[in-house]
């Protein structure tokens, strides 16, 4: 923004008669023509709403919808789901990461199974997750509202893996409080991962982060809604039960 002097521009107005519009014309002026100082300050790269620390362990509430189109049948299930971050190590990329060890069982008197090793780090502007040999960019900082970005560009969209394609992620809300089966948390983001709804398909995929926590809340909703067919797909839905 050009800045002008304010003391020519001030002397030029005093010369007319009427003093009273000129000081109100010129606080006006002064006001739009100053240069503000905050106009450029940079965002704070917060990385704390994906912390990673050995033995630090979230336990999810988990709630699947399975509907089985050629059965015309829905399956419901309920079970809980355990991520701890294990040891660090150096990936192949060179970059320190850690194991995430994920494990399962079907309610708090059931012993947990583990079930997978899935893995996470940071980098300067991201934090990102692989699951399943998929990497993905769960966050991208500085987090800003409606910051979009491309968070599956890692991975190869092949036959199996077309929808997956093109996916624009988003913060649709950042720093906002939130309260999950019955915990409360004083800052959260909410990243829309795919929003994707019309006569035939459904796809919306939702998560949620709170600061100093990581991942409190996921949606996925996939599903197939050809007319005079059944509906096929699933429904599953993540929700913090405990965390440390």
Do not use: C, H, Q
């Given at each position: 923004m050009i800045c002008f002097s304010k003391h020519n521009f001030i002397s030029g107005l005093s010369s007319l008669r009427n003093p009273y519009p000129v000081l109100f014309l010129s606080a006006i002026l002064l006001l739009f023509f100053s240069c503000k100082k905050n106009d450029n300050v940079p965002l704070t790269v917060d990385k704390s709403y994906f912390p990673l620390v050995s033995g630090k362990y979230i336990i999810y509430d988990v709630d699947s919808l399975g509907y089985w189109g050629f059965a015309d049948s829905v399956v419901h299930s309920q079970y809980e789901v355990r991520e701890e971050v294990d040891s660090p190590y150096i990936d192949n990329a060179g970059n320190q990461a850690f194991k995430i060890i994920r494990s399962r069982r079907a309610d708090e008197n059931s012993q947990w199974i583990a079930t997978d090793v899935w893995s996470a780090n940071l980098?300067?502007?991201?934090?990102?997750?692989?699951?399943?040999?998929?990497?993905?960019?769960?966050?991208?900082?500085?987090?800003?509202?409606?910051?979009?970005?491309?968070?599956?560009?890692?991975?190869?969209?092949?036959?199996?893996l077309s929808f997956l394609a093109g996916w624009n992620y988003e913060y649709t809300a950042i720093h906002e409080p939130m309260t999950l089966n019955g915990l409360s948390f004083d800052s959260t983001v909410t990243v829309t991962q795919h929003d994707d709804q019309n006569a035939i398909q459904?796809?919306?995929?939702?998560?949620?982060?709170?600061?100093?926590?990581?991942?409190?809340?996921?949606?996925?909703?996939?599903l197939s809604l050809q007319p005079a067919k059944p509906i096929d797909g699933r429904v599953v839905t993540m929700t913090v039960k405990e965390f440390n």
């Open positions: 980098t300067d502007f991201t934090a990102e997750k692989v699951e399943e040999n998929l990497r993905f960019i769960k966050l991208d900082f500085p987090i800003a509202l409606n910051r979009e970005w491309f968070g599956n560009r890692y991975i190869k969209a092949d036959s199996n459904e796809y919306i995929y939702i998560e949620k982060y709170a600061k100093n926590v990581g991942m409190i809340y996921k949606y996925e909703d996939s």
